[in-house]
């Protein structure tokens, strides 16, 4: 069985390592089935850009803090904790001033600190904690939504090579 073909009759459940908003889960099962990688991909790519503020959320509970090992041996937290690798190697100060920027994030705006931490050094994730810490709500939320996407988007590419 071909990796569309794979994708195609995949348990919910699995989808929802890939982003756990139940809207996109439920869009991405309606679509189905997927004619090619490219069109799940942009049915993907789409679905995410409408979710909704409660979806956001929902998935943003799925991530593990930024600089945290991701626990579990689930897909979710193996791709985590790849994705926060560079993240993984910093000085002590560094790690301590990016847990002090998360708690202030998540006292600011109720949510985990999300970032695309793929190729980001710890310093760099910091820098941009920092920098959005500045935002208010309102410019903060599209900035998010974004984040997600891609992150949910890297882990649908790994998802479809994973199945062939």
Aim: proline share 4%; glycine share 8%.
């Amino acid at each position: 069985m071909g990796g569309v073909e794979a994708f195609n009759s995949l348990p919910a459940g699995e989808l929802s390592a890939v982003c756990a908003a139940p809207g996109w889960v439920a869009a991405m099962i309606a679509g189905r089935p997927y004619p090619s990688r490219q069109a799940i991909v942009a049915a993907a790519d789409a679905a995410l850009r409408d979710l909704g503020r409660p979806d956001v959320l929902a998935a943003l509970s799925a991530h593990p803090r930024i600089g945290e090992r991701a626990a579990g041996d689930s897909k979710e937290a193996a791709w985590s904790r790849r994705e926060q690798s560079a993240a993984a190697d910093a000085d002590e100060a560094t790690a301590e001033a990016l847990i002090a920027a998360n708690r202030a994030y998540e006292e600011k705006f109720g949510h985990v600190f999300l970032i695309f931490a793929s190729g980001r050094s710890r310093a760099e994730i910091l820098a941009a904690a920092r920098e959005r810490l500045g935002n208010d709500e309102a410019a903060e939320r599209p900035i998010v939504a974004d984040q997600l996407r891609r992150i949910a988007l890297l882990r649908l590419e790994r998802l479809l090579d994973e199945l062939g």
